[in-house]
């Protein structure tokens, strides 16, 4: 059984950084597609970054309003997915969601970008972005 649990977050000054991480466990985690999703109050499950792997191929996913800030990278040998986020915005604060498929499809933009696509996820962490 995969299970995935998610660390790092917590209170942020905006333009700041931080580094959330995803802990993959019950699973062959290199045949998994990784994902990151955010969610705040009152607003639906929102994508933000997906990896995939393949031999020696990483293909990766960032939604439009986090390119050029935030970097999602995998650890084959210590099952772990990380999102290093930086110039942090106020209106991103929201409760972040690691979430796992099995696939070695690289860059599915098709499934990767859609929380329907996977159909494993962690409890998630808050992340608030003060200003």
């Known amino acids: 059984q995969v299970q995935l649990v998610e660390s790092g977050g917590g209170l942020v000054q905006a333009g700041g950084s931080l580094r959330l991480s995803c802990a993959f466990s019950g699973g062959m985690f290199g045949t998994y597609v990784m994902g990151w999703f955010r969610q705040a109050p009152e607003k639906e499950r929102e994508f933000v970054s997906a990896i995939s792997w393949s031999g020696n191929t990483v293909g990766t996913i960032y939604a439009d309003s986090v390119k050029g800030r935030f970097t999602i990278s995998r650890d084959n040998a210590k099952y772990t997915v990380s999102l290093q986020m930086n110039s942090r915005k106020s209106k991103e604060s929201a409760v972040y969601y690691c979430?796992?498929?099995?696939?070695?499809?690289?860059?599915?933009?098709?499934?990767?970008?859609?929380?329907?696509?996977?159909?494993?996820w962690g409890p998630g962490t808050q992340v608030s972005v003060s200003s």
């Open positions: 979430a796992a498929y099995p696939d070695k499809t690289i860059s599915n933009r098709a499934r990767q970008m859609y929380p329907a696509g996977y159909d494993k």
